[in-house]
């Protein structure tokens, strides 16, 4: 069955740096498109980055732009979202997701839709 663990989230200052990860199991990652999202204290849950499966695409919100980098390394089933010059407003539990799809269209609005599998999340604190 598809599994997906997230990991590397933590406290941190303004200003800095974390990387998290997500190790998916139980499907073929050459044909699904992952993504990560993001749901704050009282929000709604957002799309922040997705990556086609081969990974030559990528796509961000807005507010992560310039700051964010989601890279996969399908040899390890392994999705990864480097996030720099972190700021309070990126305070979120942050979800690793994945749906079988190439193109990723529409991605960000799958859990909207109800559709995908999701992972537990890990939280990211920045203060």
């Known amino acids: 069955h598809v599994q997906l663990v997230e990991s590397g989230g933590g406290s941190v200052q303004a200003g800095g740096s974390l990387r998290l990860s997500c190790a998916a199991s139980?499907?073929?990652?050459?044909?699904?498109?992952m993504a990560w999202f993001r749901q704050a204290p009282g929000k709604e849950r957002e799309g922040v980055a997705a990556?086609?499966?081969?990974?030559?695409?990528?796509y961000y919100a807005d507010s992560v732009k310039g700051r964010f980098t989601i890279s996969r390394d399908n040899t390890k089933n392994t999705l990864y979202l480097q996030m720099n010059s972190l700021a309070p407003e990126d305070t979120a539990m942050y979800y690793c997701?994945?749906?079988?799809?190439?193109?990723?269209?529409?991605?960000?609005?799958?859990?909207?839709?109800?559709?995908?599998?999701w992972g537990q999340g890990t939280q990211v604190t920045v203060s």
């Open positions: 990556i086609r499966p081969g990974g030559g695409s990528t």
């Open positions: 139980g499907f073929p990652p050459s044909r699904y498109c």
């Open positions: 997701a994945a749906r079988l799809t190439i193109l990723c269209v529409d991605w960000s609005s799958w859990y909207r839709r109800n559709v995908g599998y």
